[in-house]
């Protein structure tokens, strides 16, 4: 049965009642009889549009709450006849089942309920019932019925029915069904991974992801991937969640390097004042804190101005015009930041295909949460990485003893670790970065490509020495060999922070002792791939 369908009678059970009455205009336009049932009907009614309550047609009140209402073969049956089923027919006429050619359902709000963190029991109420099973019923018979979940697909069908005389397509039905099943396979998903977490259950026997999606992207990480990007909800101050008030759409590109930005800068407090990342290839090139925003900015475009050319901006705090003054200098492609103010976005608007993204507020860095990555024919879950050391966590392990400034500088270089790929090695110094190493199969080779870095940068900035010396050094994992700490040294390096447990740590501890320098133990690794 693949012909234009004529709606006649439409089911109309939503919690989102946005767009509800322009709906019912449209549809009583073709002389659509509308069922309903509670707050719904009651809506339709006072709209003043004629509603016949679902409790009529099963002969059974709504009851337990709400928890009973369409479970019922007379609702069920005139979804899920086939019209050119004489066996059907039959049935339908028997039982006195009527056809029900349009659906509208939009389920109870469980996954808002889940982000306001209501009471376990109030969590278990707002889990829908009869919504999902009316919808999967409708979807399954989409070759004669239409089904709508979201409230961004009234328009559309509205259009399809004036175009098609108050009948829709089979087509149209069929791409309705697509979103109908994946919105009760996302609804489904939300409600497992609630259990999961709230029987704290990190590994159930079955884990579903589900994603709304944002954006179609032009294409992936090359030209010829295909991408998209959804979010999943959970509502975490980032790219996904941002408002974008100016430049071009995000890429995929964009959308990977803004979120490692934006989480790297995170990891540091706006209360403890200004922070910055520049990141380039989903790697930081450049970290700094500062007086003032612009302060913290410059220091970190010090680092590496090379590499931060074309990249990622993240600020901890507010957007300031003076700020943005010093980022519009050079070609920048996304900026994002909590907020920004008239004079930033004054600045920015010379620039239009810079992409200014605020997110009302900032990401918390020990919030618990997971992350998958995809592998042939598999998931990987775990944990986000939300470890983190403090002061009284750290461990001397050599004869001196870091400095105050050594230690402020280690704890810094160590924040900033977690967030560059392995093997990661950070020269950090005055609280900024002066050298990064990043991605290399040897941790040695990310200790001199750090340091070659800093002499680079020293040169263009007119230096007379490496940024390097006086620095303090984060390995994001033990030194498997003394080489990586000599490399250190030899670059002006005076203290280590590193988590230790190599089988070597004594021979790393006394080429750590024979050249002065400090050096802690964290106990905790940070590799990021």
Not at 502 to 507: A, K, L, Q
């Amino acid at each position: 049965m693949t012909a234009a369908q004529p709606i006649r009678t439409a089911l109309i059970s939503v919690s989102d009642k946005s767009g509800l009455t322009d709906l019912a205009a449209g549809l009583a336009r073709h002389g659509v009889r509308f069922l309903s049932t509670g707050g719904t009907a009651k809506a339709l009614r006072e709209a003043g549009y004629e509603v016949t309550d679902v409790s009529d047609v099963t002969g059974f009140p709504e009851m337990m709450d709400g928890r009973v209402k369409t479970l019922h073969p007379k609702v069920h049956g005139g979804l899920l006849a086939l019209r050119d089923n004489a066996d059907h027919r039959a049935a339908m006429e028997t039982h006195g089942i009527g056809a029900i050619d349009l659906l509208v359902v939009n389920l109870y709000p469980f996954e808002a309920t889940v982000a306001k963190n209501a009471p376990y029991d109030e969590c278990v109420e707002n889990i829908d019932i009869g919504g999902p099973a009316m919808i999967r019923a409708a979807a399954k018979n989409h070759a004669g019925v239409a089904v709508v979940v979201d409230t961004e697909d009234y328009a559309p069908l509205l259009a399809e029915m004036d175009a098609n005389a108050g009948a829709t397509s089979f087509g149209f039905r069929k791409r309705l069904a697509l979103t109908a099943y994946g919105r009760t396979a996302a609804y489904d998903a939300a409600v497992s991974n609630w259990f999961a977490q709230a029987l704290e259950e990190p590994a159930p026997r079955r884990r579903a992801v589900a994603g709304y999606l944002a954006q179609t992207l032009r294409y992936g990480e090359n030209p010829h991937q295909e991408a998209a990007f959804y979010v999943d909800g959970t509502n975490r101050p980032g790219v996904a969640t941002a408002y974008q008030l100016q430049g071009k759409a995000l890429s995929y590109n964009n959308i990977n390097d803004t979120d490692a930005a934006f989480e790297l800068v995170s990891e540091f407090s706006p209360e403890a004042g200004p922070a910055c990342a520049i990141i380039k290839h989903a790697n930081p090139c450049g970290v700094a804190t500062g007086a003032t925003l612009a302060e913290a900015y410059e220091r970190a475009f010090d680092c590496d101005r090379t590499s931060a050319f074309g990249g990622i901006i993240a600020l901890n705090q507010a957007l300031d015009g003076a700020t943005a003054a010093k980022i519009a200098e050079i070609f920048t492609e996304v900026v994002i930041a909590p907020e920004a103010d008239e004079e930033a976005r004054a600045v920015f608007a010379a620039k239009k295909n810079l992409r200014l993204l605020v997110t009302g507020g900032l990401p918390d860095p020990k919030a618990a949460s997971m992350t998958v990555r995809q592998v042939s024919s598999g998931l990987l879950f775990q944990g986000k990485d939300n470890g983190h050391v403090a002061l009284g966590d750290l461990k001397v392990v050599t004869k001196r003893a870091p400095t105050e400034e050594e230690l402020r500088d280690m704890l810094f270089a160590w924040r900033v670790a977690k967030h560059v790929k392995s093997n990661a090695v950070i020269y950090a110094k005055d609280s900024a970065t002066v050298g990064v190493g990043a991605g290399q199969m040897s941790r040695v080779d990310s200790t001199r490509i750090a340091a070659r870095k800093s002499m680079d940068m020293a040169e263009a900035l007119g230096l007379s020495e490496p940024t390097t010396k006086g620095s303090v050094v984060a390995s994001d994992a033990f030194f498997p060999f003394a080489d990586g700490l000599i490399t250190a040294a030899e670059a002006g390096a005076t203290a280590i922070i590193q988590p230790g447990g190599s089988i070597r740590d004594d021979e790393v501890i006394a080429a750590a002792d024979e050249r002065g320098l400090a050096m802690v133990l964290t106990g905790m690794r940070h590799f990021r791939h």
